[in-house]
T-cell receptor
Framework: AQSVTQLDSHVSVSEGTPVLLRCNYS??????LFWYVQHPNKGLQLLLK??????LVKGINGFEAEFKKSETSFHLTKPSAHMSDAAEYFC?????????????FGTGTRLKVLA | DAGVIQSPRHEVTEMGQEVTLRCKPI?????LFWYRQTMMRGLELLIY????????DSGMPEDRFSAKMPNASFSTLKIQPSEPRDSAVYFC?????????????????FGAGSRLTVL
């Protein structure tokens, strides 16, 4: 079975400081992992995805995430927050299950960026 | 590609009326998902299809909700009769599951959503 836990429901950072959004996952199979971002009153947009090519994944807008199998984590980071990063972020795990495919979403982390 | 297309973008209706939401997935995608998002309950999976066949509808809240996928390029989510508690944003998403799980081909692409308000 697959599951994903986003450890913080809300994170506040000051503009220009680093961002860390934490995600832990559980999967019986080699999973695919994703981060999605949702700006207010908008749809969900893919930020980055994990494949087997590299454990450090770079996404759009300066975000990156590191896949750590030993820690079952896929934390999202950005060196310097911008006001436009204020949004909700979802960690997602997907893998085959019972002959089909499912995407399991975390409960989301709302990022607030302070001026 | 135009992406996942949903219509209508906004719908305001009165309690008891029938509501039909529409989705056109990305051409060639073999999975289609319907989600509902509210402030109280967050993002919920309602139902998903694989090759037009419903696979799991355990998230459909009640018999008032039904979904169909008559062909690979079209799906509907119907609510009849609608109630105020159905007010939410409904998202459709599609993906192509191909190769190994780590092939990178299984990105889930979302539509812009349909905002439903039931008065």
């Amino acid at each position: 079975a697959q599951s994903v836990t986003q450890l913080d429901s809300h994170v506040s950072v000051s503009e220009g400081t680093p961002v860390l959004l934490r995600c832990n996952y559980s999967s019986s199979y080699s999973p695919s992992l994703f981060w999605y971002v949702q700006h207010p009153n908008k749809g969900l947009q893919l930020l980055l995805k994990y494949t087997s090519a590299a454990t450090l994944v770079k996404g759009i807008n300066g975000f990156e995430a590191e896949f750590k199998k030993s820690e079952t984590s896929f934390h999202l980071t950005k060196p310097s927050a911008h006001m436009s990063d204020a949004a909700e972020y979802f960690c997602v795990v997907s893998a085959p299950t019972s002959g089909t495919y499912k995407y399991i979403f975390g409960t989301g982390t709302r990022l607030k960026v302070l001026a | 590609d135009a992406g996942v297309i949903q219509s209508p973008r906004h719908e305001v209706t009165e309690m008891g009326q029938e509501v039909t939401l529409r989705c056109k997935p990305i051409s060639g995608h073999d999975y289609l998902f319907w989600y509902r998002q509210t402030m109280m309950r967050g993002l919920e999976l309602l139902i998903y299809f694989n090759n037009n066949v419903p696979i799991d509808d355990s998230g459909m809240p009640e018999d008032r909700f039904s979904a169909k996928m008559p062909n690979a390029s079209f799906s509907t989510l119907k609510i009849q009769p609608s109630e105020p508690r159905d007010s939410a944003v409904y998202f459709c998403a599609s993906s192509l599951i191909r190769g190994t799980p780590l092939s990178g081909a299984n990105v889930l692409t979302f539509g812009a959503g349909s905002r439903l308000t039931v008065l």
